[in-house]
């Protein structure tokens, strides 16, 4: 199946300073790629929606300012913690569909990343 | 009400044994249903999607949707110490996914 790799799979940061997180689709082109966060215990939601070539599209609540991401090719988005606090502490996920696979996201066929924890201490 | 509920365990079961993992939702626009797997810091890996109500089998594993009750299952036949993971159960409506917070799920040999 198609591989997503994510990048650090650990990080450990002092509050106010930032953080990037990588994430590559490997072997295919991923024009959308999608970022979310996971409190313990709680499920994954989703932050924002990553398009190669534009601005990435946040959902409610999420801080654009403080969440850059980046997507500028087709086989890697970026993940841009600023002034990192503690409460920022977390595990972030990305994932990515097949191009040409609409039905990709309803149907839930997307491939994940092994995730980035983030610790700000 | 949050639009996807899932039971966060953990489950204990013993090898071979049947697994029962549930999940309930309120939205009914969702149209589509799913099962994730995840492993300790790793990320989900999809299991099974269905879309219609009724029973879809995929080796040990069947996924169960019930539309008018808003419930939908996963049944896991001869539980494996190997299926010990976090389950999580998704929905989706409009491209856009829901995820349950997960059941912690331990088979023990």
């Known amino acids: 199946g198609a591989v997503v790799s994510q990048h650090p799979s650990r990080v450990i940061c002092k509050s106010g300073t930032s953080v990037k997180i990588e994430c590559r689709s490997l072997d295919f082109q991923a024009t959308t790629m999608f970022w979310y966060r996971q409190f313990p215990k709680q499920s994954l939601m989703l932050m924002a929606t990553?398009?190669?070539?534009?601005?990435?599209?946040?959902e409610q609540g999420v801080e654009k300012d403080k969440f850059l991401i980046n997507h500028a090719s087709l086989t890697l988005s970026t993940l841009t913690v600023t002034s990192a606090h503690p409460e920022d502490s977390s595990f972030y996920i990305c994932s990515a569909t097949l191009p040409g696979l609409a039905g990709g996201v309803n149907t839930g066929e997307l491939f994940f990343g092994e995730g980035s924890r983030l610790t700000v201490l | 009400q949050k639009e996807v509920e899932q039971d966060p365990g953990p489950l204990s079961v013993p090898e071979g044994a049947i697994v029962s993992l549930n999940c309930t939702y309120s939205n009914s626009a969702f149209q589509y249903f799913m099962w994730y797997r995840q492993y300790s810091r790793k990320g989900p890996e999809l299991l099974m999607y269905t879309y219609s109500s009724g029973n879809k089998e995929d080796g040990r594993f069947t996924a169960q949707v019930d539309k008018s009750s808003k419930y939908i299952s996963l049944f896991i036949r001869d539980s494996q110490p190997s299926d010990s993971a976090t389950y999580l159960c998704?929905?989706?409506?409009?491209?856009?996914?829901?995820f349950g917070k997960g059941t912690l799920l331990t088979v023990n040999p």
């Open positions: 990553s398009n190669e070539g534009s601005k990435a599209t946040y």
């Open positions: 998704a929905m989706s409506a409009n491209y856009k996914l829901t």
